[in-house]
């Protein structure tokens, strides 16, 4: 019985390796894609981020202090992030939206400004949406990350422990139990000859 019921978990073990392994392949090639898409994006937005902020600069060594703190104080609408859990192989990774304000994010005078500054800050508002993706990618691949070595050491523990461990035990169950029949059927011979005299 024993032997019946080491079987069936061998069975169980190796189609459970083979699934686990099937989803740490599926995970890896998620993982890479979502790793060239961080790519992409960053390099977006790292462009962006450096021409606004250069152009900021500019603005702020040709604008008095006070001006340009009016300026860039004032409010400008209201941004709406919308978070949900996307459903990646059983993994619940997050998914970010922006909602920007309609207009322009130009919410200050024109007169005491001087055009980086406006270029500077409509460039920062552009940048937004992909500041925000760029988050929601970069925590998916951290998600993913985490959830490739769970697999992976699931994988690892089922290949070289538990399926050796329970093929062991089975072989040497069997062994057992031959030397069990062996030892039967000599009995049944030694009885049988000196039944036979």
């Known amino acids: 019985m024993e032997l019946l019921r080491l079987k069936k978990r061998l069975v ?24 060239q898409e961080n790519k992409r994006v960053r390099e977006d937005v790292e462009k962006r981020l450096s021409y606004a902020y250069s152009t900021f600069l500019i603005a702020r060594g040709s604008l008095m202090k006070e001006v340009l703190e009016e300026a860039i104080a004032s409010p400008y609408g209201e941004y709406l992030l919308e978070v ?3 459903n990646i192989l059983n993994l619940k990774v997050p998914q970010f939206k922006v909602k920007l304000p309609k207009g322009t994010p130009l919410s200050y005078g024109f007169i005491e400004t001087c055009g980086d500054l406006d270029n500077s800050i409509l460039t920062f508002f552009k940048a937004l949406p992909s500041l925000i993706k760029l988050a929601e990618i970069e925590k998916s691949v951290a998600y993913l990350a985490d ?10 523990a ?12 089975i072989r040497y169950i069997n062994i057992k139990l031959t030397e069990l029949e062996r030892s039967n059927l000599t009995r049944l ?3 049988k000859d000196l039944v036979g005299r």
């Not at 169980?12 to 392994?21: D, E, T």
């Not at 959830?147 to 690892?156: K, S």
């Not at 089922?158 to 035990?169: Q, R």
Request: proline fraction near 2%; avoid cysteine.
């Open 84 to 86: 949900k859990k996307v």
């Open 158 to 169: 089922l290949e070289y422990i538990l399926i050796p461990n329970l093929e062991e035990t």
């Open 12 to 35: 169980v073990a190796r189609k459970g390796h083979k699934l686990l392994k099937d989803k740490q392949d599926e995970l890896m090639r998620r993982f890479l894609e979502y790793i």
């Open 147 to 156: 959830e490739i070595e769970r697999t992976r050491r699931r994988v690892n």
């Open 189 to 191: 011979m030694k009885v």
